[in-house]
């Protein structure tokens, strides 16, 4: 009975949208209702046959499993807030995209109470890690979706602000058009011939006058997406901290943004953001130093690829980062600057090898191709990295599991798999979403704007790419539809199956005499249903 119950708290966590209530988790409210005058009119009714006692309220038990309220029970609920937490915690994907994909229940105040108290609770210190990241993870996803409705919010309403002064401006125009005599009229005609001019000039002048990324100011949503990293930076620190250790274990998280939100609040008198600002170039020049030994480590070897394979060394013991990219591409630049070709060349791709080394770090194969790609301005070379990595490909190595073994021992041909593609489309689709999650905001340069534009752009690229190979994929409802239309197979699809069984040296289930009762539980060996517990 409590199962029954259960599968209707579970029933609002399946759903696809929810709908206004209490909070994310209450239950559909059961509907039955009993009362004095239908129970007499039950007792009072004749039953003819099974299907008519089958057909009445006998067996309804639903009044049992509802609360007075109408709500599920606490236990109902803990089981829901179970299965919920498993479908977060096992999920395949990044947990940011299944938090936004579930952003009404991970909001929940309820759930997340219940998440807080079962962290609490936790014993295993590993499980505690792991739920306690997963809460942070789901408080930073819900103020960015609401900083980011914050800042739409505040555009909307510049923009009719702005209308309505444009509004205003018009009527006063219109306003000083009926007091105007015959010769202003005619010299307002003649600056409206010359306004097309003067309006190109303007624009030209905007253009060249456009304001770089240093140069924008900070909007107040902007201020308030670093709060938490500045709480992390800035003082009070703990015993033995300084800004010298804090900005060394957070240098990977100091943006360009950031440090202009570093520099407004240094010029406002904070000296917290002085001392870490001051840290900051330390740690920056100590970076330079090393990526300038290093360069000179990679140079001397003088052959080409002898240098590139100092290079392949330094990946390996760590020492690529971004101070030596940046360095390689300096020197690059220079040398391109003076009109030594040959040395720019050389830079180049020795930058080039650097950021392919420095891509096999990478924790997934997905994160490694979309770098490539956004390295990559030529859409046709990134078609090509596309159809590569979602092209199905045999492998080379059989897999060494023990039935491969067995098989081997045995004199057998191995256990063959099919053909899979280096990186799955929807692999490939969600760590888009995840990196627009993460960095969606931050600028590549002032020509190309933010890195969504570029990551959005990527991904529809790669829709292309994925269609063209598997064809177009299916919505649920199409592939619902599709199993209703198509919920009877064909004679002909079983004997093919029949044969390539037959092919493997297996034997099709239908088709094995032995089978006995396994085919389908709860049938004989005649294909008819047992009834019963004869």
Same mark, same amino acid.
């Not at 490939?428 to 931050?442: D, E, P, R, S, T």
């Given at each position: ?58 067996? +309804? ?190 240098? +990977? ?260 005499? +032995? ?20």
């Amino acid at each position: 009975m409590n199962l029954a119950s259960f599968s209707a708290a579970l029933a609002v966590l399946t759903c696809g949208s929810m709908t206004s209530s209490t909070h994310a988790f209450v239950a559909p409210t059961l509907s039955y209702q009993q009362t004095t005058k239908s129970q007499q009119l039950l007792q009072k009714q004749v039953l003819f046959g099974i299907m008519d006692e089958v057909n009445s309220d006998a067996f +309804d038990l639903s009044s049992l499993l509802q609360n007075d309220d109408g709500e599920p029970s606490n236990t109902e609920m803990e089981q829901a807030y179970e299965m919920f937490l498993g479908q977060l915690v096992f999920s395949t994907n990044d947990p940011r995209i299944d938090i936004m994909d579930n952003y009404d229940l991970c909001v929940d105040p309820k759930w997340l109470s219940w998440l807080e108290k079962k962290i609490g609770n936790t014993r295993d210190v590993e499980e505690k890690m792991a739920l306690k990241d997963l809460s942070d993870m789901i408080i930073d996803v819900k103020k960015r979706v609401e900083l980011s409705q914050a800042a739409e919010e505040r555009k909307a309403q510049e923009a009719e602000e702005a209308e309505k002064n444009r509004i205003a401006a018009a009527e006063a125009d219109m306003e000083k058009g009926r007091a105007m005599s015959g010769t202003d009229v005619l010299r307002k005609a003649a600056a409206v011939d010359n306004a097309g001019v003067d309006n190109m000039v303007k624009e030209q002048e905007g253009e060249q006058k456009k304001k770089t990324f240093y140069e924008t100011e900070l909007t107040p949503e902007i201020r308030m997406s670093y709060e938490d990293m500045c709480s992390k930076v800035l003082p009070p620190y703990k015993p033995g901290d300084s800004a010298a250790s804090v900005v060394y274990n957070f240098y +990977d998280q100091f943006d360009a943004q950031f440090i202009k939100v570093l520099n407004e609040r240094a010029e406002n008198g904070d000296t917290g953001s002085q001392e870490v600002l001051a840290a900051l170039a330390i740690e920056q020049q100590k970076r330079v130093n090393a990526a300038t030994e290093a360069l000179k480590e990679v140079l001397s070897k003088g052959d080409p690829m002898r240098m590139e394979g100092a290079i392949v060394k330094l990946s390996k013991e760590g020492r690529i980062d971004e101070a030596f990219l940046l360095l390689l591409e300096a020197n690059a630049d220079q040398a391109m600057a003076a009109g030594a070709t040959g040395p720019a060349e050389l830079m180049t791709k020795l930058r080039k090898r650097a950021m392919a080394e420095k891509d096999k770090q990478s924790a997934t194969k997905e994160i490694k191709l979309l770098r490539q790609l956004l390295r990559e301005d030529d859409s046709s070379t990134r078609e090509q990295l596309l159809t590569d990595a979602f092209t199905p490909k045999e492998a080379l190595i059989v897999p060494g599991t023990a039935a491969n073994a067995e098989r081997a021992i045995e004199g057998d041909a191995p256990e063959e798999e099919k053909p899979k593609p280096d990186v799955p489309p929807p692999d490939f689709i969600n760590c888009c979403k995840a990196v627009l999650l993460n960095f969606g905001n931050l600028n590549i340069n002032d020509e190309q704007g933010d890195l969504s534009a570029k990551i959005k752009q990527i991904a529809s690229e790669a829709e292309v790419v994925a269609t063209r190979i598997y064809g177009k994929g299916m919505s649920t409802r199409e592939q619902q539809d599709r199993a209703w239309k198509e919920q009877t197979t064909s004679i002909f699809d079983l004997e093919t199956l029949e044969i390539e069984a037959e092919r493997r040296g297996e034997t099709a289930p239908w088709a094995n005499p +032995d089978a006995g009762d396994e085919l389908f539980p709860g049938f004989g060996p005649d294909g008819k249903m047992s009834i019963g517990g004869s």
